[in-house]
């Protein structure tokens, strides 16, 4: 009999590699007290936090905690229902109400994750006979939905204006097509030109969708990522994001000023076929977008402790996904997957953590030290994780 578990004997040997040379399992870190949006006690050892995504803070904030405990005891702790059956409570329609005024649009529509949101969106919107033009750097959950969605997908270089152009150009006239790209790339922590790329998709006929995940809340000046920041908002026909990330709960969603787009409730099965996000999940969210409205001064914090930390590991020697820091994300490359762990379990050791990406979610089968800063972050917590970085370099050999 076949092992259905054969293809995955690569990963299964990589991983007992790696634990084999005696370093600590990357990949299954236990916070055993979280104390703060930036520090926890891991492994018994208190750890500041950069790389959770976090952006804004908003996972400790008073009146967020304050709205989540009141919708569970008004509510209870789950609806245990779909959002077209019994599972849509006052508090789903508030958080999409709150989506419609951050972003300005006419629709909200929320999902459970953020992954089922680009699940759900474009698998629906691309069928089959559709044509699927994106960035060959785009996440996991853009690719699902391409393949759930049976659409003709027609990859491009990362960033590549002129590639991207090409590729539209080859596909008829007359066919559907979506552009589909992310304001922040989450792995290199790099942005899009989005104003040159969406004047392109418009001038051939394409529709276009913007994963703002890692942008939504803290760049722009409203918070609402990079489309709004090199002032194009209003040319993209759908936003998606995440309550995981600057929201600082969970659960996913689109934004909308189609004028067909409330038909989705119906047809995305995605949403028509999961429960409901729990009325708690909701109300905290609600709560934090409001407040991220009126966060100019977080976000400008958070750019000085990007710019701080960018210029202080690339100082001491570090090789860096970008030259000049773009985002949150500051993505610090190893020279292999064996030194990079090294790195990682160095710097745990001093009291830092920080994702390990690896291939195949890096581009280039790079393995990456990934630093997410928060708007929670000191001045003192960035130098002191500079500090860090250049204790565990030298130990590690890195530099």
Same mark, same amino acid.
Not at 282 to 302: C, D, E, F, W, Y
């Given at each position: 009999? =076949?092992?259905?578990?054969?293809?995955?004997?690569?990963?299964?040997?990589?991983?007992?590699?790696?634990?084999?040379?005696? &370093?600590?399992?990357?990949?299954?870190?236990?916070?055993?007290? !979280?104390?703060?949006?930036?520090?926890?006690?891991?492994?018994?050892?208190?750890?500041?936090?950069?790389?959770?995504?976090?952006?804004?803070?908003?996972?400790?904030?008073?009146? &967020?905690?304050?709205?989540?405990?009141?919708?569970?005891?008004?509510?209870?702790? +789950?609806?245990?229902?779909?959002?077209?059956? #019994? +599972?849509?409570?006052?508090?789903?329609?508030? !958080?999409?109400?709150?989506?419609?005024?951050?972003?300005?649009? /006419?629709? @909200?529509?929320?999902?459970?994750?953020?992954?089922?949101?680009?699940?759900?969106?474009?698998?629906?919107?691309? +069928?089959?006979?559709?044509? *699927?033009?994106?960035?060959? /750097?785009?996440?996991?959950?853009?690719?699902?939905?391409?393949?759930?969605?049976?659409?003709?997908?027609?990859?491009?270089?990362?960033?590549? *204006?002129?590639?991207?152009?090409?590729?539209?150009?080859?596909?008829?006239?007359? @066919?559907?097509?979506?552009?589909?790209?992310?304001?922040?790339?989450?792995?290199?922590?790099?942005?899009?030109?989005?104003?040159?790329?969406?004047?392109?998709?418009?001038?051939?006929?394409?529709?276009? %969708? !913007? /994963?703002?995940?890692?942008?939504?809340?803290?760049?722009?000046? #409203?918070?609402?990522? &990079?489309?709004?920041?090199?002032?194009?908002?209003?040319?993209?026909?759908?936003?998606?994001?995440?309550?995981?990330?600057?929201?600082?709960? &969970?659960?996913?969603?689109?934004?909308?000023?189609?004028?067909?787009?409330? !038909?989705?409730?119906?047809?995305?099965?995605?949403?028509?076929?999961? @429960?409901?996000?729990?009325?708690?999940?909701?109300? =905290?969210?609600?709560?934090?977008?409001?407040?991220?409205?009126?966060? $100019?001064?977080?976000?400008?914090?958070?750019?000085?402790?990007?710019?701080?930390? $960018? @210029?202080?590991?690339?100082?001491?020697?570090?090789?860096?996904?970008?030259?000049?820091?773009?985002?949150?994300?500051?993505?610090?490359?190893?020279?292999?997957?064996?030194?990079?762990?090294?790195?990682?379990?160095?710097? %745990?050791?001093?009291?830092?953590?920080? #994702?390990?990406?690896?291939?195949?979610?890096?581009?280039?089968?790079?393995?990456?030290?990934?630093?997410?800063?928060?708007?929670?972050?000191?001045? /003192?917590?960035?130098?002191?994780?500079?500090?860090?970085?250049?204790?565990?370099?030298?130990?590690?050999?890195?530099?």
């Amino acid at each position: 009999m =076949t092992d259905l578990f054969s293809k995955f004997d690569d990963i299964i040997e990589m991983r007992r590699a790696l634990l084999a040379s005696g &370093v600590e399992d990357p990949f299954s870190l236990v916070m055993e007290r !979280v104390l703060s949006p930036t520090v926890a006690v891991c492994n018994g050892r208190e750890t500041i936090l950069v790389g959770t995504y976090n952006y804004m803070g908003m996972t400790f904030d008073p009146d &967020v905690i304050a709205a989540g405990k009141e919708a569970l005891d008004l509510y209870g702790s +789950g609806t245990t229902g779909s959002r077209v059956l #019994n +599972g849509t409570y006052s508090g789903h329609r508030e !958080v999409e109400q709150a989506l419609r005024e951050f972003y300005a649009m /006419d629709h @909200a529509m929320v999902f459970s994750t953020g992954y089922q949101a680009n699940l759900g969106i474009i698998s629906t919107i691309a +069928g089959k006979g559709d044509y *699927i033009v994106l960035d060959i /750097d785009s996440h996991a959950s853009i690719w699902d939905g391409c393949k759930l969605g049976d659409a003709e997908v027609v990859p491009f270089k990362h960033n590549d *204006i002129e590639a991207m152009e090409k590729r539209l150009k080859r596909i008829p006239e007359d @066919a559907g097509k979506l552009v589909i790209l992310e304001g922040v790339y989450s792995m290199m922590g790099d942005i899009a030109p989005l104003k040159e790329m969406i004047a392109i998709a418009k001038a051939n006929g394409a529709m276009v %969708l !913007v /994963d703002e995940a890692h942008s939504m809340g803290f760049i722009g000046p #409203n918070g609402r990522g &990079v489309a709004e920041d090199q002032g194009v908002l209003d040319q993209v026909d759908f936003v998606i994001g995440t309550f995981s990330k600057s929201v600082g709960t &969970v659960g996913g969603f689109c934004v909308s000023n189609h004028p067909k787009f409330e !038909v989705m409730r119906l047809v995305c099965r995605p949403y028509v076929f999961t @429960a409901s996000l729990p009325p708690s999940v909701v109300a =905290t969210a609600a709560t934090s977008i409001r407040k991220l409205m009126h966060g $100019h001064n977080k976000r400008q914090h958070l750019w000085e402790n990007s710019r701080t930390l $960018h @210029a202080g590991i690339k100082a001491l020697g570090f090789k860096l996904g970008t030259q000049t820091p773009q985002s949150a994300i500051i993505a610090v490359i190893m020279p292999d997957l064996e030194r990079g762990a090294a790195m990682w379990e160095a710097l %745990l050791h001093e009291g830092l953590y920080v #994702n390990l990406a690896r291939p195949p979610a890096t581009p280039a089968n790079m393995t990456l030290l990934r630093c997410s800063l928060c708007a929670e972050h000191t001045a /003192d917590q960035v130098e002191r994780i500079i500090g860090i970085f250049e204790r565990a370099g030298k130990a590690a050999g890195i530099i």
